[in-house]
């Protein structure tokens, strides 16, 4: 599924198999690298197992650009939200807009569909920068994460 970027490359959205997990794993490893090891938290052996506790195929998205994949993403319906459990873009291709660009897509389906959108971010990282930026509101901080929830927007509809 196409997704509307404001750059000048189309940012597809093309869903992950069950074959996949070893390069789902490696994308997680490799974008989220720095901020664990900054947090004095990087396992990669942790990270896989974290991973694969949750994994859903169906849920999970690889994020590509011009036929390379940058990333994933892993939405799912959870408890009247869409919880986005992973948003993830390789560091080299960070400050595009890629992670922007698939926000937007997502957005506009839990606006169809009337729910919010809850999202983890480790804390410390500068994703939780990237989370405000984009509307997410802070809620509650974990013992590692800080989470936030983006509200839907109703459409506009026509006035009675």
Do not use: W
């Amino acid at each position: 599924m196409p997704v509307a970027p404001n750059q000048n490359f189309p940012v597809v959205l093309a869903r992950a198999q069950q074959s996949d997990l070893d390069n789902l794993v490696a994308i997680r490893i490799e974008a989220m690298r720095e901020s664990l090891e900054r947090v004095g938290r990087f396992d990669p052996v942790r990270a896989r197992e974290r991973f694969l506790s949750g994994f859903e195929a169906h849920s999970t998205h690889y994020i590509e650009v011009s036929g390379e994949r940058v990333g994933f993403v892993v939405l799912k319906h959870h408890h009247n939200q869409l919880l986005l459990d992973h948003l993830y873009v390789r560091p080299s291709a960070q400050g595009m807009g890629i992670g922007a660009a698939v926000l937007m897509q997502i957005f506009k389906t839990a606006d169809a569909a009337a729910l919010p959108v809850k999202v983890g971010a480790l804390k410390g990282s500068a994703s939780n920068r990237f989370y405000t930026r984009h509307g997410f509101q802070f809620v509650e901080s974990g013992e590692f994460d800080n989470y936030y929830v983006r509200q839907s927007v109703a459409p506009i509809g026509p006035a009675c």
